[in-house]
């Protein structure tokens, strides 16, 4: 092999091994990343930090310890701590008599191969679990609508962003045989596959309750009860349910502990939907407001959940209220409505974590369409 095929090949594995690294991104592994993985490893160990630096380090190098060895399984924690031990040996015998021996060498070798070892077990774990959850991720997905509805004079455009690989958001488009359409969002209590499995149950429920009774404050009552057998007080969920008829544009709905859905009038004014109430699935009994609005031609409907409005920006400030209600104001397409109020929150998040899941629901009654020429 000549020098420049050597060159070529070494420089394209350094490209193919660094790909998709960017700028800010080793940055932030050092910086947010790392600090983010250390609260979480040591959360279970913290105490008070002593004073004085020399002190700070050994508390936190110790905390550090205690909580990665006890996030292992038994044998992997001695294995983990043998590995540290060599490290420390190999450190103590750095001399250049020593090195010169083997003895440096071999702790140093011996603590290294340890450790890559163990970090072998974990990722293989970790592989196993990754394909677990996207098999559940992609089960929770079957439970959204995939297309929008098709309903005559009826605009819907939706989407979903999870802060983690399972959500706890949900919404859906359930027609009835007379004709009309069941609208729903919901947020389920927490994060991550428990705020997935709530939101599974709670969907069932939704869909058994819309064939026993389709009234909102009969759903609400009934996914209620459904939630509060399934868990604890933590496992709760917001909910918003219209009961729509499209042929006159009337809703009847019910909100509970849900973000105010907004609905622009064709005239550009916004009317909040909603009196509060508590999320379902913390009382045993509980009366969810109930209210009936009509939808007009021209009128679009915004449906959200708390993770747009909650978006944070670098500085740490939310997204909020104003700003979502300024983007609706604009009007347009439900399509131009739903891309204005993602690129807004995308470019307002920047460089931030996304800390919750995000949904919207744009819907709109088209505008009546204007007298063919020559047809009277």
């Known amino acids: 092999m000549t020098k420049d095929n050597w060159f070529q090949r070494a420089e394209r594995f350094v490209r193919d091994y660094t790909g998709g690294v960017g700028a800010g991104d080793l940055r932030r592994l050092f910086d947010r990343d790392a600090a983010h993985a250390f609260g979480v490893v040591t959360r279970e160990h913290d105490g008070e930090e002593p004073k004085g630096k020399v002190k700070r380090f050994f508390h936190r190098a110790k905390i550090l310890f205690l909580g990665l060895s006890f996030k292992l399984s038994p044998p992997r924690r001695v294995l983990f701590g043998i590995s540290i031990i060599l490290s420390l040996l190999a450190l103590q015998n750095f001399d250049s008599t020593m090195a010169a021996g083997g003895q440096f060498a071999f702790f140093h070798l011996a603590g290294i191969a340890g450790l890559v070892f163990l970090i072998l077990l974990e990722l293989a774990d970790r592989i196993v679990v990754r394909d677990e959850l996207e098999v559940a991720r992609e089960l929770q997905h079957d439970l959204l609508p995939k ?32 004709g009309r359409l069941a609208v729903v969002i919901g947020d389920a209590s927490g994060h991550g596959i428990a705020a997935g499995l709530l939101m599974a149950i709670a969907s069932s429920a939704l869909k058994l309750a819309i064939d026993v009774d389709p009234k909102p404050a009969s759903v609400a009552r009934f996914v209620n009860r459904a939630l509060c057998r399934s868990g604890t007080n933590r496992a709760f969920m917001t909910l918003f349910y219209g009961l729509l008829d499209p042929a006159t544009g009337s ?53 959200y959940t708390d993770g747009v409005v909650e978006t944070v920006d670098p500085s740490g400030a939310d997204f909020g209220y104003d700003r979502l209600r300024r983007a609706l104001a604009f009007g347009g397409s439900s399509a131009a409505i739903h891309d204005r109020i993602v690129r807004e929150v995308v470019s307002f998040q920047g460089d931030a974590v996304t800390l919750d899941d995000r949904s919207l629901v744009v819907v709109k009654r088209l505008p009546a369409l204007p007298p063919v020429p020559g047809s009277a």
Do not use: K
């Open 251 to 303: 809703m009847d709905y019910v909100v509970s502990g849900h973000p105010y859905p907004m609905l622009r009038r064709c005239d550009g004014g916004i009317v909040e939907l909603g009196e509060g109430g508590l999320p379902l699935g913390i009382r045993g009994e509980l009366s969810s407001p109930t209210g009936s609005i009509s939808i007009d031609r021209g009128d679009q409907l915004l449906l």
């Open 147 to 178: 297309d929008p509805p098709r309903v005559e004079d009826w605009e819907f455009v939706f989407s979903y962003r999870t802060a983690n690989t399972i959500g706890g958001d949900y919404y859906d488009f359930i027609p009835l045989e007379d």
